[in-house]
Structure formats: structure tokens, C-alpha cells
């Protein structure tokens, strides 16, 4: 059954090939050069508006650099203007924005959210395949209101076509991928066909992917190929939708499995438990040097691996003027089943499961007065297990419902004005707990301001405030055991008692609160573009991992509170000289403290480099260049990460009609050996050496 599961992308992948082969003449409008001075719509807000006037930074991928790019989506969104990758090998990685990741990222399915195991731990891969996705957006700051107070970090959002919103062009419309690279030896295939079933309002729609990558290759290492850094994944959907002049409502089925390997992965620390606050290694008394011993020859003889199971079903629709003063009606629901199995060679030695599902309304109601706005409900109920070796959480129900209003007011073409906020009510409830921990029920109240001033049509000063209010995550309250793939031993912010790490660390539990203000000054025409911005963040009571004791690359840590501030700026400057060549200059930074002392862990380092892109007739180019610095700013038990270079290259070549398009992309040219501070695996796996990618796109 597994097997038969297992080929199901790739079969719908070669059906849906064939089906390209015998389309309908491709349409002339079907581009795949992007244009780079264009603001598109964006959709994240639930309202559909002209990007200068949201208040928040907004970063938009298209389809077609998604399938240059290659990789997890953390891998895929790095180097937009704030973000990096929580990288841990090749098969998981969760976005990195202004220096925080999940649970304070927020990953969507086209606006839904993505209910997985990845806000839990790093080595969990995020459940989103952005090879499908139309496009990938990420939006920073107070918008992020609208899908949870907890976002402060930013949203991500993954639009893709699993059930139409529109009827497709001709009747008939679908796209086709295949890429390979030198790295890891990746094989990646994917296709998707839309199709309109007669005249009639019925639109069917059919995708599927499939992935295979060896152990990738890194510079001046003993070997060459850094091991457990393995990946594959098999993803398949179909859906239909009713589509009519004024909306459309549909489902969807979605099934994926991934296989990955976990590199730094060891049973050399599996003994290690905590006395109070000190973490205790081998023996009571001697042959800590024999444990230790023989747990490095344990290692070497076995490979881990995560080897996981979605199933998904979504239903979306979207409605204009359903009703007197609401001039659109937006619903998103999904229903999942996840689970996913950790494997010692051949043993499952624990399985995670997460069973639930999501649900959204969104109301545009018409215009009063100058006002204009969006309000809603959302509401998610799911069930989180750990069962096995590593199972250092009880079983827990999790339940919450937000009700969520922005208003914008536009009082003249000089200013814009934003108005969110938010209600949350949470609670999380173990089941069947040995501990008795207990039952956390709280509510959370966020609110959000924001001025446009547009003193010229086409630049535009932003100032944005916002207090954002975030209750803990299931993990956070009641940890307590060993999780080897992070080498760590977790201790939950309950009292130790009910958790570990001593009676000495107890403290009462508050409220994560985040003040948020941000400037931002954008050119959106013209040759000369530029987005240049600063961000100040003070969170109260903010919630972290704090490392306890340490016994070599083993810790212990213990989920704390405390005062934290977050100064970062990100800047974008483009130019473009001519029709053919334009180039642009970039970076960030941010820098996170303690406000009583001492830095915040994993936080990258600052970045910052060029662009140049030629377009030559059908020929597209972009050189990168940039350079991340060393990151001295660490925590107590984090050790620094060197600076690296990098450099790439991607050249593409559309083909007559504009509807394929083949690619080579050189990442990583000079072959740096590269660490990446925000991972935990930061001074043990090294990001991939130099690779060389190519592939061909077809749309029709």
C-alpha cells in the first residue's frame, strides 16, 4: 500500500504531461518573464489592493523563480529582504523573518493554515510544496493581524491552483517542470493541468511532484557528502470548483510523503537526563568514558530519518456581493491527518501525529464613508501525540478562535491610514497525562495602526505601530524529555515538578507582548525603485529556549521568559539603466538582546550584496553577489559562525511563444563552506557547496 501511495504524484505527474503534449495551440499571453517593476495585487490580506498602500513590506515570488530556486520553502524565500532559513539538512527548513521563525512565522496554504509538526521543532518539515505554488508572498509587520496575534514575525503565504478561483483560458490550461542538479544529484519532476469540463461552470484541476536528492556535497570536509542530509517527497492533488461570474466554491484532496534524513543525529547523549538544573551524562559514578564510547560506534552504524504522511482536504470559495453591505464573502477550511515517523535505521523509535482542522470567514463589507475593511472569525481545533523513545510531550488537544478586524481609510491621494485588531481565545488540554499537567485556557488582544503619506505619486513614508499579544504553544507549557535530533533535553515553562530544570528556574507565566514600530520609505515607479526600512521590537515575557547546562554538544533547556528587544533595518535599491540591463543593492540586519544582558540565540547575521539582470532578446541573466558577516553577537553556549561569500548565477532562455522556458542556475560558485547561524545544526552540518541546476518549464 505505501509503494502504490508513494508513486501516486508521479503517475498523475506523467498523466498530466501527456495531456500537455496534446493541448490546445499555448496561448501568446502566457509570459514567463516577470516584470520587475510591477506591484501586484496582494492577496494575503484578504483584500485584494494596490500594494503601496499596505502598510507592511510585502515580498513576492513568482512561479517561475520558485522552480529555479529548488529546495524546502525556507531555501526558497532566503534572501528576500529580512529572511533566512532555519535550515536543518536539506530535507526540512522553516522560514527565518527579522530573526524569528515558527511559532512566530506563520506558514499558509493559500490562507489557511498548515497544520504539521513544524512550529514544534526544526527538523519537521513545513507540509507546503512550493513547487506547485503560483506564487509565494511574505508579509511583514501589523497586517499580519488577520491570521493570529502570534505572527509578530511576519506570514507566509503559498497561493497555488489546487481549486480554481477562475474558468482557464481556452478551456485548457496546465504547466510542466523537470530540474536536476550537480549537489545532491536531485531529480525533480512536476506538472498540473486545469480544465473545464464542457461549457459548463465545472473546473477540474489535477497536480503532482516528485523529488529525489542524494546526500549533498560541501567543501573541505573528511567526506565528501554530508551525511543524512538525503531527501525525497512525492505530492499529489486534485480538485474541482464551480466557478462563476461572481465567485467560486470547491475542494480539494491532498496527499504527500516525504523521506528525509537528519544529519548530526546521534545516540552518543540518549542517557543524558537532568538533577534540578544540571544535566547528568553516563554513569553515576565512572565509565561515562565507556557510555560515551560506545554510543559514538552506535552512531556510525545507523542513519535517522523522518519518514511522513499528510493527508489533506480543503474547501475555499469566494463570493462578490452576497448580501446587502458586504461586497465580498472569502471562506477557507481544511481538514488534516498528519503523522510522521522517526526511524533509527530500520526502527521507529517515535511518531508524531497531528490530526485537526482549520477553519476561516472573511467579510469585505462595502464602503462606508471613506472607510473600507475586511472582519472575520477563524476558529482550529486539533489533536498533537507523541508516542515513543522521544515523546517529551503528553497528548493535547488544542483549541482556538480569533475574531479579526483592519479597516483602511484613504482621506485624500496624500494619506492612507490602517486601522487591526484581534481576539484570541486559546486553550490547551493533555489528555491522559501521567503528570496531570494541567489545562491552559487564556485569551490574547492585539491591535495595529498605520499612516501612509504619499507626498509624491510614486514614493511613499510609512509608520506603523502595533501590540501583539501571543499565548504559548503546546511545547512551550509542558515539555520534558529528550529530543536527540536538536541534541537537547526540553523542559516545559511549567513549575519544574510538572516539567524539570529545577525548582530554582519555577517562575508564574505571562503574557508574550510585542510593541512593534516600523518605518518604511518606498519609490514603487520609475527607474530608480528603492523599499528602505527600520523596525524597532519590544516583547515582554518573551518565551525561548534558555540553555540550562551544557555536556559537550548535548543541552539542556528550560522554556523561560523574558524582556527582549529587536532593532533590525532591510533596504532594496534598484535601477533600471535601460530596457536590457537593470541591477539593484541590498541587505539586512537585526540584532536582538536580552534587556536585562546577553543576546539572543540563533540570530543571523547581518547581510548584504548586488544584483545585475540583462535580458538579451529571449536570453534572461542575473548575476548575485553578497556577503553574510560573522556573527559575534551570541548567546551563552553558542559558539560564532564565520563569514562567508556568496555567489550566483542564473541564466534562462524563453522559448518562441513565451510559454517554456529552459534554466541554468550556479549557486554557491565559489564553493564556500558555509554555517548557518540560524540553524540549530549552526557548527555541526554545513549548507550545500557549489551546485549547478538545470530544467526546463512548459506552460500551455
Request: with cysteine.
Amino acid at each position: 500500500m505505501t509503494s502504490t501511495r508513494t508513486t501516486l504524484a508521479a503517475h498523475i505527474a506523467l498523466a498530466l504531461f501527456a495531456s500537455g503534449v496534446i493541448a490546445p495551440q499555448a496561448r501568446a499571453d502566457a509570459a514567463l518573464r516577470p516584470s520587475a517593476a510591477t506591484l501586484d495585487a496582494v492577496h494575503v490580506t484578504g483584500m485584494i489592493e494596490d500594494a503601496s498602500k499596505i502598510a507592511s513590506p510585502v515580498s513576492v515570488i513568482r512561479a517561475e523563480k520558485i522552480q529555479q530556486a529548488g529546495g524546502n520553502l525556507g531555501e526558497v524565500l532566503d534572501g528576500l529582504p529580512g529572511v533566512r532559513v532555519d535550515s536543518f539538512g536539506a530535507g526540512a527548513g522553516r522560514p527565518v523573518i527579522r530573526g524569528q521563525t515558527a511559532p512566530r512565522v506563520k506558514v499558509l496554504s493559500d490562507s489557511s493554515s498548515v497544520l504539521d509538526a513544524s512550529d514544534i521543532s526544526p527538523d519537521h518539515a513545513v507540509t507546503v510544496d512550493p513547487l506547485m505554488g503560483e506564487r509565494i508572498e511574505v508579509l511583514r509587520g501589523p497586517a499580519t493581524l488577520l491570521y493570529g496575534g502570534g505572527a509578530i514575525g511576519g506570514v507566509v503565504n503559498v497561493l497555488d491552483n489546487k481549486i480554481p478561483s477562475r474558468l482557464p483560458d481556452n478551456g485548457l490550461e496546465g504547466r510542466l517542470l523537470v530540474r536536476g542538479n550537480t549537489v545532491a544529484n536531485e531529480r525533480v519532476g512536476a506538472a498540473s493541468v486545469t480544465g473545464q469540463i464542457g461549457g459548463s461552470n465545472l473546473v477540474l484541476h489535477a497536480e503532482g511532484s516528485y523529488k529525489d536528492a542524494d546526500d549533498y556535497r560541501a567543501p573541505d570536509l573528511a567526506e565528501s557528502r554530508v551525511d543524512a542530509t538525503f531527501s525525497r517527497s512525492s505530492n499529489g492533488s486534485v480538485g474541482a470548483s464551480w466557478v462563476t461570474d461572481n465567485g467560486y466554491v470547491g475542494l480539494s484532496y491532498s496527499y504527500r510523503e516525504d523521506k528525509y534524513g537528519l544529519p548530526g543525529h546521534s545516540h552518543e547523549y540518549e542517557g543524558c537526563h537532568p538533577h534540578g538544573s544540571a544535566l547528568h551524562c553516563g554513569s553515576h559514578e565512572h565509565g561515562a568514558e565507556d557510555d560515551h564510547d560506545h554510543a559514538h560506534e552506535h552512531d556510525h552504524e545507523h542513519v535517522a530519518a523522518i519518514d511522513l504522511t499528510s493527508k489533506r482536504i480543503d474547501l475555499r470559495g469566494e463570493y462578490s456581493d452576497p448580501f446587502p453591505g458586504i461586497s465580498r464573502i472569502r471562506f477557507r477550511a481544511n481538514h488534516t491527518d498528519y503523522q510522521h515517523d522517526e526511524i533509527d535505521g530500520e526502527e521507529v523509535t517515535t511518531t508524531f501525529a497531528n490530526k485537526g482542522y482549520d477553519s476561516r470567514i472573511e467579510l469585505e463589507h462595502v464602503p462606508l464613508g471613506p472607510w473600507t475593511g475586511v472582519f472575520g472569525i477563524q476558529h482550529a481545533d486539533t489533536t498533537f501525540s507523541a508516542q515513543g523513545i522521544e515523546a517529551f510531550l503528553p497528548t493535547v488537544d488544542t483549541r482556538t478562535t480569533g475574531l479579526f478586524l483592519v479597516e483602511h481609510v484613504e482621506l485624500n491621494e496624500h494619506w492612507h491610514f490602517e486601522l487591526g485588531a484581534r481576539h484570541e481565545w486559546l486553550q490547551h488540554q493533555p489528555q491522559a497525562d501521567v503528570r496531570n499537567r494541567p489545562t491552559f485556557d487564556d485569551t490574547a488582544t492585539s491591535y495595529s495602526g498605520a499612516a501612509i503619506w504619499s507626498f509624491r505619486p510614486d514614493v511613499s513614508l510609512t509608520f506603523a505601530l502595533s501590540r501583539s499579544q501571543r499565548l504559548p504553544h503546546a511545547q512551550e507549557l509542558y515539555a520534558r524529555g529528550i529530543h536527540m535530533a536538536t541534541n537537547t533535553y526540553e523542559c516545559g515553562l511549567l513549575r519544574s515538578a510538572l516539567t524539570c530544570g529545577g525548582a530554582a528556574n519555577d517562575a508564574g507565566l505571562d503574557k508574550e507582548t510585542s510593541r512593534n514600530a516600523e518605518l518604511t520609505l518606498r519609490k514603487t515607479e520609475g527607474p530608480l525603485t528603492f523599499s528602505v526600512g527600520a523596525f524597532a521590537n519590544n516583547v515582554d515575557n518573551y518565551i525561548y529556549a534558555r540553555t540550562l547546562d551544557q555536556y559537550e554538544a548535548f543541552r539542556l533547556i528550560k522554556y523561560t521568559q523574558a524582556d527582549v528587544e529587536f532593532r533590525g533595518v532591510e533596504a532594496e535599491v534598484g535601477y533600471q539603466f535601460t530596457d536590457a540591463f537593470s541591477a539593484s543593492l541590498f541587505g539586512d540586519r537585526t540584532r536582538a538582546r536580552f534587556a536585562d544582558g546577553g543576546n539572543v540565540p540563533r540570530i543571523p547575521a547581518a547581510r548584504f550584496g548586488g544584483r545585475a539582470n540583462l535580458v538579451v532578446g529571449q536570453f534572461d541573466g542575473e548575476l548575485e553577489l553578497y556577503r553574510v558577516n560573522r556573527q559575534t553577537h551570541i548567546d551563552d553556549f553558542e559558539m560564532e559562525t564565520p563569514s562567508y561569500d556568496m555567489v550566483n548565477l542564473t541564466i534562462a532562455y524563453t522559448l518562441p511563444h513565451h510559454n517554456s522556458q529552459v534554466f541554468l542556475r550556479g549557486s554557491n560558485l565559489m564553493d564556500e563552506q558555509v554555517w548557518n547561524h540560524a540553524s540549530f545544526l549552526a557548527n555541526t552540518v554545513p549548507q550545500p557547496g557549489r551546485n549547478v541546476s538545470v530544467g526546463f518549464s512548459y506552460r500551455f
